[in-house]
């Protein structure tokens, strides 16, 4: 599996870095479509570095783009092997992005919309270090059957949806909420009226917020 690379900024006080955000694109886009979202977070974390890495393959339904797993069939076993897979090629750009930039193993958080969403929340539960928080715009939990077994970690998760989203339906934000809330993972829900398959200042003021809030505090326990 080709190795990772994407788009970089920060931090916004031009010194060194203290903690380190990646931002995982949706289905069809590129890195280059989430990296405008540092300087506005930058405001809140302005000791952060950002990196948006291109997912590892070509969309395959479409000449552009890139994809972290194929969504031709919505079956939910072809789903968890796919983000299983795009664990596996996120899980060492996080390591290696954190030796780069020289911090500690947990001071780093992770963001992801749409299928990025579903790529950062299958990961960083499972990261034995796990993120300060994990930000999931318009996502989904997928393989929740195999969490319980595999939690390795219970950070903070956002789940910020449209309620008119058409794309993937906010339903699959309520199911995340409830199998996590199961699990002893911490949740904040902000689900946004007539909202379609996006994300909107409301959503993105929570998330400085939740980064703010997350980096202040204490790692997370394993």
Excluded at 10 to 25: F, M, S
């Amino acid at each position: 599996m080709a190795e990772l690379d994407g788009p970089r900024w920060g931090p916004a006080n031009g010194g060194k870095a203290r903690q380190l955000v990646v931002l995982c694109h949706g289905v069809g886009a590129d890195g280059n479509d989430l990296i405008d979202l540092a300087p506005y977070w930058a405001r809140a974390i302005p000791d952060a570095a950002f990196v948006a890495p291109h997912a590892p393959d070509p969309f395959d339904l479409a000449p552009f783009g890139r994809q972290w797993f194929p969504i031709g069939t919505l079956d939910p076993h072809a789903l968890g092997g796919g983000v299983r897979r795009a664990r596996a090629a996120l899980d060492p750009f996080i390591d290696a992005e954190l030796a780069r930039l020289g911090l500690p193993a947990d001071a780093y958080a992770l963001m992801g919309y749409s299928q990025g969403a579903m790529t950062v929340l299958f990961t960083g539960l499972r990261r034995a270090v796990p993120p300060r928080a994990i930000l999931a715009y318009s996502g989904a939990l997928l393989a929740p059957e195999s969490l319980p077994a595999e939690l390795a970690g219970r950070p903070p998760v956002l789940l910020v949806h449209g309620e008119a989203d058409e794309i993937v339906p906010p339903s699959r934000s309520r199911d995340a909420e409830a199998a996590l809330r199961a699990a002893g993972v911490p949740v904040e829900s902000l689900l946004v009226p007539k909202l379609a398959h996006g994300i909107d200042d409301s959503g993105l003021s929570l998330g400085a917020l939740t980064l703010q809030r997350a980096f202040a505090a204490p790692a997370s326990p394993a």
